[in-house]
Each structure stands twice: as C-alpha cells, then as structure tokens.
C-alpha cells in the first residue's frame, strides 16, 4: 500500500530564514505527488504538485524517485506562511494518502 | 463564488443513531471525495464518486455509505456511529482522476461528535 511520511510534527523557522519541509513515500511505481495546505481558519486547498513544475508563493518542491522524496522549499520564509502543509500520493489519480502533517511557524 | 459546501458545519449525534452528512458544489466538478480527519491526524480517504461511479476504499468500513443523487449533491451515511467516528469530515471535488484535471477543492468540513 501506498504511504506517505512526514517526520517533522512541528517546524519553526525565523523570518527570512530558508525553510525546507520533509516528504517521503513509498510506492514503487510513478505517483503524482502534491503539497496542500491549511492556512488558519481556511479549507484545504493545493500549493503545488510535480507534474506543473512550478514555483507556487516562492516555494518549489521535486520529486526524487530514487529517494521517494518530494521535499518543500523556499529560501526565504515570511510570516505569512505560517500554515499546516500536508504531502499527498495518488496513483493514476486515485488511491490518494495524505501524510501526517507538518506546521509550519514561522517566527517575526 | 463556485465553491464546496458541507452542512451542517458541527453535528452531534448518539451512539448507534444513524447521522447523514451533505456536500454541494457548484464547480461542475466530475468527482466527489469524502475524507475523514481525526485530531491531529491525515485526512483519509473513505471514498470517490466518478460521476455516478462509486469507488470504495478498501479499508473503509462498512458503517460508512454514500450517495450521490446528482452532479451538485454527494451525501456521507454513517449507518450506527461509534465513539471512533468522532472525526472532522471533509467533502472535496475534482474535474477528473487524469493528472491536470485531479486538484481537489476542499469545503469547510463537518465536525462530528459522537455522543
């Protein structure tokens, strides 16, 4: 079955300081992976994901198949990204896992 | 502005008392998924809608049903709830299942209490 972990529960960056999100998962074949994100009292909703290739508010993220990780980045974080962020799998677009989750607090 | 809507926002319930609970979108979206999120925990998938199409996790309990009567409308029916199904539940749609097409929009989520 497929999983996807998150080892850091909590991560608090300084402002301005660059900050890097942990994914990893398994499965052997060729998932889709994303990043969503919880802002306070907001939905659920989609950063970004590997197939679009692109930077979503400064952040980026690549899929290493040989690692099975898909870690989030971005070299210089604002308070404003202060948020609970969720790596997920789908497999040809189905069977999507969402990891545990990693809040992100980012310090003035 | 389209969007997901799940009501009621909190619901309580006694154990064992069957509980429904509604999502409606106004995206047009082809898909409809219910996930359930316990504290501090990974939204799960319980199951998906593919227009009327119904795919069920394989670990999704019995307990938990779904119907989806229309395009707009897709309902979650927890049969006899158990203390374990105290849980926050989120509905989500996506044009499609194909990369591209399966960005899931989330609603707001209902908060069940199971008494």
């Known amino acids: 079955a497929q999983r996807v972990t998150q080892p850091e529960k909590l991560l608090s960056v300084f402002k301005g300081a660059p900050v890097e999100l942990k994914c990893n998962y398994s499965y052997s074949g060729s998932p889709e992976l994303f990043w969503y994100v919880q802002y306070s009292r907001q939905r659920l909703q989609l950063l970004l994901r590997h197939i679009s290739r692109e930077s979503i508010k400064g952040f980026t993220a690549d899929l290493n198949k040989g690692e099975t990780s898909f870690h989030l980045k971005k070299p210089f974080a604002q308070e404003e990204d202060s948020a609970m962020y969720y790596c997920?799998?789908?497999?040809?677009?189905?069977?999507?896992?969402f990891g545990p989750g990693t809040r992100l607090s980012v310090l003035p | 502005d389209a969007m997901v809507i799940q009501n009621p926002r909190y619901q309580v319930t006694q154990f064992g008392k069957p509980v429904t609970l509604s999502c409606s979108q106004t995206?047009?979206?082809?898909?409809m998924y219910w996930y359930q999120q316990k504290s501090s925990q990974a939204p799960k998938l319980l199951f998906h809608y593919y227009d009327k199409d119904f795919n069920n996790e394989a670990d999704t309990p019995d307990n938990f049903q779904s119907r989806r009567p229309n395009t707009s409308f897709c309902f979650l029916d927890i049969r006899s709830p158990g203390l374990g199904d105290a849980a926050m539940y989120l509905c989500a749609t996506s044009r499609g299942l194909a990369a591209s097409y399966n960005e899931q929009f989330f609603g707001p989520g209902t908060r069940l209490t199971v008494l």
């Open positions: 995206l047009n979206h082809n898909v």
């Open positions: 997920a799998l789908s497999v040809r677009g189905q069977n999507f896992v």
